[in-house]
């Protein structure tokens, strides 16, 4: 990028996606616009102060929501490189979450222990590496408070956690500067509850051509 910042990641994402997409590669330009997102975005926290370290699931029990490319992305990246017994296993985990945890609010989840199905059995993300933008928005400053906050144990404590607004605002432009984008190109700008969309995409090869099509998904997944 000849200039660097959020300021000019409307035109960036915009000349990717028109590039591609003119070139017949829908899903090419889907990925490399998600993760010009994530770079542009983590560019600008550099060196910031954060408390999270890899295997710190404290704030991994809230509700998520992903614009469909980053879902179709990450079940794309699941089914091919996964193994089979390990996509059947996270399957099931992600079908009883989309049957019973989706609907709880933030407090019930904490409160129920219902955390993220793409945990492993030690807090670790299995998706770290194309995880959304909204779960890399999030960052403590007091790993402390935060397991404080997210304890279900109700005791009357202050549950509030100090967190970096700054990064958060920057993650939150960078996703709806991608929504902008998928609206401007007559692609579905709709965000889906994380889980659902993994399910959704992975389970359903024809959702993704139907999408890159300029289609909607079935109205039933928001239901």
């Not at 007091?142 to 397991?147: A, E, F, G, P």
């Amino acid at each position: 990028m000849a200039q660097s910042g959020l300021d000019l990641l409307d035109n960036e994402l915009a000349a990717v996606l028109v590039d591609a997409l003119g070139n017949g590669s829908a899903e090419e330009a889907l990925v490399q616009g998600v993760t010009l997102c994530a770079d542009v975005a983590e560019a600008h926290c550099v060196d910031r102060e954060m408390a999270c370290t890899r295997g710190c699931p404290h704030c991994c029990v809230l509700n998520v929501s992903v614009l469909l490319p980053e879902a179709m992305r990450i079940a794309e990246t699941i089914k091919t490189k996964w193994s089979e017994p390990g996509w059947n296993a996270l399957q099931k985990r992600l079908v009883r979450h989309s049957n019973w945890e989706r609907w709880m609010d933030d407090e019930e989840r904490v409160m129920r222990g219902a955390f993220c199905p793409l945990l492993d059995t030690n807090g670790f993300c299995l998706i770290h590496p194309v995880r959304p933008l909204v779960c890399r928005g999030v960052a403590s400053l007091d790993s402390n408070c935060c397991r404080s906050a997210f304890d279900p144990i109700i005791d009357g404590h202050d549950r509030s956690v100090p967190a970096d607004l700054q990064r958060r605002a920057v993650y939150d432009q960078a996703f709806m500067a991608l929504g902008m984008a998928l609206a401007n190109n007559g692609l579905d700008d709709r965000s889906i509850e994380l889980g659902v969309g993994i399910l959704a995409f992975a389970q359903h090869p024809e959702f993704k051509a139907l999408y890159l099509a300029g289609g909607r998904l079935p109205r039933e997944l928001w239901g």
